[in-house]
């Protein structure tokens, strides 16, 4: 039953971009509102994460917070920049430099986190 409700939902999407007027407008408005719905999402998850392990972060000492911190803020910025940063030259290897530095920030955090949790 679930499939088929999807399934409706899609043919539904997809019937008003082929017949609607200006149905590519009504496409881009059906992309902004799932692109935000999905914001929305994640923002919750992270919140329910961040109330779940509040004493595990705090725990860390204020060094590791911020690297915490500032590792998740550079990847979200990675993220964000990832088209313009691939249309120039050096972009794509700044990019890697940005993922690579928040990745070793949180392994950095996890290895305080897991000696601190033994």
Same mark, same amino acid.
């Given at each position: 039953m679930r499939g088929l409700r999807t399934a409706a939902i899609i043919a539904v999407l997809?019937? @008003?971009v082929a017949f609607v007027p200006q149905g590519g407008s009504s496409a881009g408005f059906i992309y902004a509102v799932l692109s935000i719905a999905l914001m929305v999402l994640f923002a919750?998850?992270?919140a329910r994460i961040y109330q779940?392990?509040?004493s595990d972060i705090y725990?860390?000492?204020d060094r590791?917070?911020?690297i915490l911190y500032a590792s @998740?803020?550079?990847f979200i910025l990675a993220m964000a920049?990832?088209?313009k940063l691939f249309e120039t030259t050096g972009g794509s290897l700044l990019w890697i430099a940005m993922v690579a530095g928040a990745l070793g920030g949180?392994?950095?955090v996890f290895m305080r986190w897991r000696a601190y949790r033994i």
């Open positions: 997809a019937a @008003i919750l998850f992270a779940t392990f509040r725990g860390l000492g590791h917070r911020a @998740i803020g550079g920049w990832r088209p949180l392994y950095a």
